[in-house]
Nanobody
Framework: VQLQASGGGLVQAGGSLRLSCAAS????????MHWYRQAPGKQRELVAG???????GYADSAKGRFTISRDNAKNTVYLQMNSLKPEDTAVYYC?????????WGQGTLVTVSS
């Protein structure tokens, strides 16, 4: 499975961005998809996930501000990020679980200025 993340950029605090992750195969066949992020000097952390049945989950830091969704017809998962904070600055990665194996896309940089 190949994953292509996009949509990062520079935004002011309080602003919004929508990240996209396009998959090379049908996302309805994937067990789950996730968004992770890694800030400078920190470990990679899980931000949000969506399983094949459609249920979603979020890190506490993302609850109420971020929304993960998917478009099966476009084989794309999105992360809508609202009310962005400087501490959301990180490289964001998408990840897919399929047949007991994880696949990673390249990251997309999100920079939130204060």
């Amino acid at each position: 499975v190949q994953l292509q993340a996009s949509g990062g950029g520079l935004v002011q605090a309080g602003g919004s961005l929508r990240l996209s992750c396009a998959a090379s195969r049908s996302i309805s066949s994937l067990n789950a998809m996730h968004w992770y992020r890694q800030a400078p000097g920190k470990q990679r952390e899980l931000v949000a996930g969506i399983i094949s049945g459609g249920s979603t989950g979020y890190a506490d830091s993302a609850k109420g501000r971020f929304t993960i969704s998917r478009d099966n017809a476009k084989n794309t998962v999105y992360l809508q990020m609202n009310s962005l904070k400087p501490e959301d600055t990180a490289v964001y990665y998408c990840n897919a679980l399929w047949n007991y194996r994880y696949y990673w896309g390249q990251g997309t940089l999100v920079t939130v200025s204060s």
